[in-house]
């Protein structure tokens, strides 16, 4: 969520070294209060719910041999990196998950905290912690089912080290889903000169285009670190009805479920083209 993971390349995961950036908490502090204004700054975020959220519940739906009414996420233990207020940490947790929530800015746990209270069911399935990726990594070693880093890597400083620490905290054979900003020429113009500087969607400086993260480089990471990539989706804000869609193009947002090789090792090589590539050639074909 909007989150500010600075992951420090020269130590990986050191516990007790802050990797969080002043910079980045200084300009997400003044906005701590405001996550659940669905009509403020972080709106964008709120609609984005209504695809992100069904994509994961029906991508993990479809991997699942067991299924509860009402709570089809039941006995799936879920981390929500750069949680920001909880805006996607709550609505998993109704679909009945355990929600491990981690933001490096108190404010922004602060704010989650107070807004479960307001639920009982959500106070005892959510579990808030101030606290960046690589501070929990020694402490959950193949802990969680799932993670999801919803509009956070294009926060992140070190991507391969934030890729890891992804690795080590999953179980094998767990799902990681990322939604974020491709870096493309249309990406700059719509992402960072019409949303921030002509629209006002998000708060002017909220991102720095020169972080935002190419696909193919999030995709060699992922394999390279032991995952495989099974879906990537172009997504589109409408700023008019403030709503979310799928698309084919990658070329602006894209969401990529990728799932950690079991303990038999990663996955070897294959010459033969995956569904992922075929998707991914179709999906940027034209584009920027």
């Not at 589109?236 to 479920?257: D, I, K, R």
């Amino acid at each position: 969520q909007l989150s500010l993971f600075r992951l420090t390349a020269n130590r990986p995961f050191s516990t007790s070294h802050s990797s969080v950036d002043s910079e980045e908490i200084k300009k997400f502090q003044l906005l701590a209060h405001k996550w659940w204004d669905e009509e403020g700054e972080y709106s964008a975020l709120h609609s984005m719910n209504d695809i992100r959220v069904p994509f994961i519940r029906d991508t993990l739906l479809s991997m699942s041999h067991n299924y509860h009414l009402g709570n089809p996420l039941s006995g799936v233990k879920i981390l929500d990196v750069g949680c920001g207020g909880g805006l996607l940490s709550e609505p998993l947790a109704r679909l009945g998950a355990s929600v491990t929530g981690i933001d490096p800015l108190e404010d922004n746990i602060r704010t989650a905290d107070q807004h479960k209270s307001f639920d009982p069911v959500l106070a005892k399935r959510i579990q808030y912690k101030s606290s960046s990726l690589e501070e929990i990594v020694e402490e959950s070693m193949e802990t969680f089912d799932v993670i999801v880093a919803s509009e956070v890597v294009e926060h992140v400083a070190d991507l391969e080290t934030f890729t890891k620490c992804c690795s080590q905290v999953l179980k094998p054979e767990g799902s990681l889903f990322i939604t974020t900003i491709n870096k493309t020429q249309l990406s700059y113009v719509l992402g960072i000169v019409v949303a921030e500087k002509i629209m006002g969607i998000v708060p002017e400086g909220t991102h720095e285009w020169e972080k935002f993260v190419p696909l193919e480089e999030l995709e060699h990471l992922l394999e390279s670190n032991g995952f495989s990539v099974k879906t990537v989706k172009g997504m589109l804000y409408n700023p008019l009805w403030g709503s979310w869609s799928w698309m084919e193009s990658t070329s602006l947002n894209y969401a990529v479920h990728a799932v950690k090789s079991g303990a038999q090792g990663p996955p070897g090589p294959t010459d033969a083209p995956s569904e992922t590539d075929i998707q991914q050639h179709s999906a940027t074909a034209g584009t920027a």
